[in-house]
Nanobody
Framework: VQLQASGGGLVQAGGSLRISCTLSGFTLDDYAIAWARQAPGKEREGVSCITSDGTTYYGNYMEGRFTISRDKAKNTVYLQMNSLKPEDTAVYYC??????????????????WGQGTLVTVSS
């Protein structure tokens, strides 16, 4: 099971960015995929999750600005981030393998994590 996050970069406040998580060794038909982020000096924070049947969940204050989606043909999950704020600056990680592989873990405790992609929002 491997997850590869990509697409991070530098964006101005108010801008948009889409990051990707490409999976290998397993398929989206069987696994939920989550996004979490960690800013310098802060604890990891859950951002969003999509279950194997396509149900989506968002962390506090994420819904409306962030949208999670997936392309099963590409085995890739996306996080579209709009109206970005400097406080969104963080390393964004994708993850899977919760207590039940096909469900999102409410506590964002997962067995498998990607390497992360850095998103920097300038003011």
């Amino acid at each position: 099971v491997q997850l590869q996050a990509s697409g991070g970069g530098l964006v101005q406040a108010g801008g948009s960015l889409r990051i990707s998580c490409t999976l290998s060794g397993f398929t989206l038909d069987d696994y939920a995929i989550a996004w979490a982020r960690q800013a310098p000096g802060k604890e990891r924070e859950g951002v969003s999750c999509i279950t194997s049947d396509g149900t989506t969940y968002y962390g506090n204050y994420m819904e409306g600005r962030f949208t999670i989606s997936r392309d099963k043909a590409k085995n890739t999950v996306y996080l579209q981030m709009n109206s970005l704020k400097p406080e969104d600056t963080a390393v964004y990680y994708c993850a899977t393998g919760g207590r039940f592989n096909y469900l999102c873990a409410a506590d964002y405790e997962y067995d498998y994590w990607g390497q992360g992609t850095l998103v920097t929002v300038s003011s």
